[in-house]
Every structure is written in C-alpha cells, then in structure tokens.
C-alpha cells in the first residue's frame, strides 16, 4: 500500500522535474545558438510582425477595458471613503505592476503561445524538422530563437502600450462619466507612480516573455501521435504558459518589493 502511495506521489514529481530540465536545456541551447549563430533576420522581423504587430488589437482592448472597469470599481469603493481623487494613483500603479504584464502575458499566452506550439508541432509530425537536420540546419536556431528573440523585443512594447491605453481609458472614465475633478486626479497619479513601478511592469514582461515562448516551442518540438498529439501540445501550451506567468508573478511581486524598498523613487 505504501510502495503503491509512493509511486503515485513519486512519477508525476520525478515528471515535472524532468519536463523542467528540458525546458532548461531547451533555454541554454537557445541561447548559445543567440550568441554562436548568425541571426536570421528575415525571421526574426517576422516573427516580431506576428507577436507584436498582430496582437496589439487584442492588447489595446484587454488594457482599455481593464483601465476603465478598473477606475470604475476603485472610484465605488474610494468614493465612501472621500477619496474619488485618488482613484488615478491607484489605477495607475495597479496597471504598471500587476495587471498590464499579467494580462498582456495571458492574452499573448492564448494567442501566440498557441500558434507557435500548433506551427512547430505540425513539422514535427510531419518530419519537416527530420528534414531541417537532413539539410544541415539546426532546428532550436532556425525556429526558436528568431521567436525568443522577437518575443523578448515584442512582450515589454506591448506592456507599456497596455499600461498607456488602461491608464488613458481609466482617466476618461473617471472624469467624462464619474465626474471626478481631473486636477486632483492627474496630480495624484503623477505624485504617487514611481520609476520603480514602471520598471517593475517592463520587467516582468521580458520574464513572462521568456516563459511564453520557450513553454510553446518545447511543447511543439517535442509533439507526438500526429494531430491529435498536436492539438493536446497547444492546449498544454496555453495552459502551463498561463499557470507560469501567474506562478512567476508572485515570486518576482516579492523579489522587486525586496530589491525596490518603499522609499525608492
């Protein structure tokens, strides 16, 4: 009974270590490839089309609708309290640290995540990456680092256009519909958000960047039993890229607290 306990608890764990451990080898190889291999640039700018160009539709709604509900719900609260004019300081510091790169990652995750693992997927069941070695061509840097590259470029862009579109449809919803006075409110958001909150939002979107794409090509490059192996490759894409950035974000919320103290500016 206790051996049988143990080997249940025992695989998936001695699993999830080892599906790590490739992700690992997976990040190294790529980027030695990066600094050993010539760069593909035709690739990589489209590659950059694909994941910034492409997706800031989505990004530009995610960040307006989440702005603007935002300062709504805050202003409901705030309002009780006698504090409607500091509203924009929280909508603002919210966005920079916590819902821009979390959301922008989710809807990159669901967009591009996917495409990259079904794409890489697809040669991988029908040999075209057996092909690619047969030609002398390396696969991780003919198909991962154009992406990983371009994705490292495209996450921090599309976080500070989410963190501009959230914050611009936070402050026309909270002047033009909840009649706050913009003054007060432009002056307490402008008073209250700091560099390190700016800083905090870019990075974490280079981290969950990284996450994103090196969880989607793994999951692609090593799919199997054909169109079934890579439809469940893209949705195990999605969802373990999705469960990363949101894993990843407590940690790095605490180590920036750590590195950025209250007092710094």
Not at 217 to 239: D, I, P, Q, S
Request: hydrophobic share 55%; with cysteine; aromatic share 10%.
């Amino acid at each position: 009974m206790m051996v049988r306990f143990f080997n249940a608890l025992g695989a998936p764990l001695l699993s999830f270590f080892q599906y790590l451990g490739d992700l690992v080898l997976l990040a190294a190889d790529t980027f030695r490839s990066i600094f050993t291999h010539r760069l593909r640039w035709k690739l990589f700018l489209n590659q950059v089309v694909e994941i910034g160009l492409l997706s800031q539709l989505v990004v530009i709604i995610t960040g307006a609708f989440t702005g603007a509900v935002f300062a709504a719900q805050t202003f409901f609260q705030f309002n009780k309290l006698g504090m409607g004019s500091a509203v924009g300081a929280v909508v603002s510091v919210s966005l920079c640290r916590e819902l821009a790169p979390v959301l922008t990652a989710l809807m990159v995750a669901g967009r591009v995540g996917a495409a990259m693992s079904a794409e890489i997927g697809t040669m991988k069941v029908t040999e075209q990456i057996d092909a690619l070695r047969a030609l002398a061509v390396y696969p991780v840097d003919y198909l991962v680092v154009p992406r990983a590259l371009a994705m490292m470029v495209s996450m921090p862009l599309l976080v500070a256009e989410c963190i501009a579109v959230g914050i611009a449809s936070g402050y026309l919803v909270a002047i033009f519909m909840l009649d706050i006075n913009g003054t007060y409110y432009m002056a307490n958001m402008v008073r209250w958000t700091r560099s390190r909150d700016i800083i905090m939002g870019l990075s974490k979107a280079f981290c969950f960047g990284i996450l994103i794409v090196f969880i989607s090509c793994h999951k692609g490059l090593t799919t199997r039993e054909g169109a079934v192996g890579v439809g469940r490759a893209t949705t195990e894409a999605v969802v373990n890229a999705s469960l990363a950035v949101l894993i990843c974000n407590f940690f790095l919320t605490m180590m920036f607290n750590i590195i950025y103290p209250a007092g710094y500016q």
